[in-house]
């Protein structure tokens, strides 16, 4: 077994620093908890993500990594156990080793400080001693015991709203001086691009014609925009035998079921230049290179045999030869809010505050939804302009939703402990807020499909106020364009990826979507996600590049500003605000203020 673990290890470009303690201690993992050699290399590959190690393994972190193995066998215990009261906290390390949490944002001068930002209790919503869901009220819950509500975690750049915390004489201010200095937020300026899928629509119809188009004009849109950038030779066919250099354009494909290995790769070109027909890349030569099934790479190299196209030049990006503005106008929009609009449109600041959060919004030992009754009020004191918030929202994964025990529809208890308290938020905050729902395939109350049609919740008082769009989706905030994305991508990114002389492998991750101008480029897809591809084609392409991109992720929490490739001037901030919820415990959000552009805005990473 020590073999095949250490075969594992270098399929997956992993170095063993020494080797013997290393497959000593990984045989006794494989051994204690009943893992094979692979699924132990796929718990490292994630474990080393989430804490930004490179593809070094070092005895060092051995240790670390068993307890993480024992703690993810305990929770599967617990899990299957089903018992009551019996959930455990599912904190992630990175809480409480700060020698990690200062990697998440390397250009962060305080990222390694956590700052108290304020305390104060919420209590849930209640009636009497009863909680609403009929329930008897605990006064006290794991939640509720925390010390600190609101810790600085991470920052990027500065945070103008730390600042406030203290006064003149270093005193903490009290609420009231807080509410005294904080000015009435402006109202943003909205609209939505693109409407698809649209609510009500016919999903689970996809054909095998619908996911061979998808496909297909995928690689299609890829190779005109090389061609027209003027910067590679004209594409051939791969598949035919050539001495000279070729260059074409093709979709990295599995030879077999099961996760993408460097050997073999397939490359699948387009019916227009080969048929469709498949062949085998061969990637010794390059020094460089992250690829992952469904990835839609430019190829530079030659095919001696006509069986075998040995690449010496990858290119994994769309050149930026056209300007996003251009593409942006054509896409379908909606302004939410026509008659404030001005004249001219270059009236509008390029500045926004928005607060995001992505759920689970309750803590697993209760349905009080105390997290977002805390975000909430946090909200309410810094008065963001827009808060974004992602699913799930009535997570499928609840333990109380899985045993069925609930007196309520799921529907019901979305708009008395959801929008019940939004409605609250922006009656208390007034016309100038706005809030974003956006929702997630583990929302038990709405349709099962990716992508999502956006909710529909029919509130006539405040519909201008509270706006639900597509799961993914892209708005624009005064002229600040958003992109959404609730699916867990990142994560499932990390699993197929299959890379070689990667540093930052956090950043590349993230950067694949961008590059690939897909909220969703993997192909086949996650077994847990329900794609529809006769939904997919216009609800997955990025009609431009956001200048925030928010995809939440059970991965480390970050936010950083990412380069386009291919150009040194395109930037936007990628956001994965972690879980408001995890287990019985806290987790994080964002708190976000833009600025122009990437490089002159703030953020910061909250632990709640």
């Not at 796929?42 to 307890?67: C, K, P």
């Not at 700060?98 to 990222?111: L, Q, R």
């Not at 939410?336 to 449109?345: G, I």
Request: overall charge negative; some cysteine.
């Amino acid at each position: 077994m020590e073999d095949q673990i250490r075969a594992e290890f270098r399929k997956n470009n992993f170095v063993l620093v020494e080797e013997e303690e290393i497959l000593q201690k990984c045989l006794t993992f494989c051994i204690n908890y009943n893992l094979s050699p692979s699924d132990l290399v796929s718990s490292w590959d994630l474990y080393s993500i989430n804490r930004q190690l490179e593809l070094t393994v070092s005895d060092a972190h051995m240790d670390a990594f068993g307890q993480q193995l024992q703690s993810e066998q305990k929770q599967a215990i617990v899990e299957k156990e089903q018992g009551p009261h019996s959930y455990t906290d599912v904190t992630m390390e990175i809480d409480d080793e700060h020698e990690d949490s200062k990697e998440v944002v390397p250009t962060s001068p305080v990222a390694q400080n956590v700052v108290n930002l304020e305390s104060f209790d919420v209590t849930p919503i209640t009636n009497g001693k009863m909680h609403s869901l009929g329930k008897p009220l605990e006064l006290v819950t794991p939640f509720g015991q925390r010390k600190d509500k609101f810790v600085v975690h991470s920052t990027l750049n500065n945070l103008p709203t730390v600042h406030e915390i203290k006064n003149e004489h270093g005193e903490e201010n009290s609420d009231d001086d807080v509410i005294k200095r904080v000015q009435p937020i402006k109202r943003c300026s909205l609209e939505i691009h693109g409407s698809q899928p649209a609510p009500g629509c016919r999903y689970m119809y996809d054909r095998i014609e619908d996911k061979f188009n998808h496909l297909e004009d995928r690689i299609m849109k890829y190779s005109e925009a090389l061609v027209a950038s003027q910067l590679y030779d004209e594409l051939v066919d791969p598949s035919v035998a050539s001495q000279k250099t070729i260059f074409t354009v093709g979709m990295i494909c599995c030879e077999e079921e099961g996760r993408l290995k460097e050997k073999p790769i397939m490359l699948q070109s387009s019916v227009e230049h080969s048929g469709g027909q498949r062949v085998r890349l061969e990637m010794q030569k390059l020094e460089q290179f992250s690829i992952f099934p469904g990835q839609v790479v430019g190829v530079e190299g030659h095919n001696p045999s006509g069986h075998c196209l040995i690449a010496t030049k990858i290119v994994d990006y769309v050149p930026l030869s056209v300007p996003d503005d251009d593409t942006f106008r054509q896409t379908n929009r909606q302004a939410m809010d026509q008659d404030n609009q001005p004249a001219d449109s270059s009236d509008i600041s390029s500045d926004l505050s928005l607060i995001v959060a992505s759920g689970p919004f309750t803590t697993t030992d209760n349905l009080f939804f105390e997290p977002l009754s805390d975000l909430l009020a946090y909200a309410q004191r810094k008065q963001p302009q827009l808060l974004v918030l992602l699913g799930p929202f009535i997570d499928s994964e609840h333990p109380e939703i899985k045993k069925g025990a609930l007196s309520k529809t799921y529907d019901e208890l979305f708009h008395l402990e959801v929008l019940k308290r939004l409605q609250d938020y922006v009656e208390y905050m007034g016309s100038a807020a706005r809030v974003i729902l956006v929702p997630s395939v583990r929302d038990a109350h709405h349709d099962h499909a990716f992508p999502q049609p956006a909710f529909d919740i029919n509130l006539a008082d405040i519909n201008d106020q509270i706006t639900c769009i597509t799961n993914p989706g892209i708005i624009s905030a005064n002229k600040v364009k958003v992109g959404c994305c609730s699916v867990d991508v990142l994560k499932q990114l990390s699993t197929d990826v299959v890379s070689r002389g990667i540093k930052n492998r956090m950043n590349t991750l993230t950067n694949h979507l961008l590059s690939q101008r897909s909220f969703y480029p993997l192909y086949p897809p996650a077994e847990d996600t329900p794609v529809d591809f006769s939904l997919a084609p216009e609800a997955f392409q990025m009609s431009v590049i956001p200048d925030v991109l928010i995809v939440p992720s059970d991965l480390t929490q970050f936010v950083k500003v990412l380069s386009l490739e291919g150009s040194s001037e395109a930037k936007c901030i990628c956001v994965n605000p972690g879980r408001l919820a995890r287990g019985e415990g806290g987790g994080h959000f964002v708190e976000l203020n833009f600025h122009g552009s990437p490089d002159s805005s703030s953020a910061s990473v909250i632990r709640i």
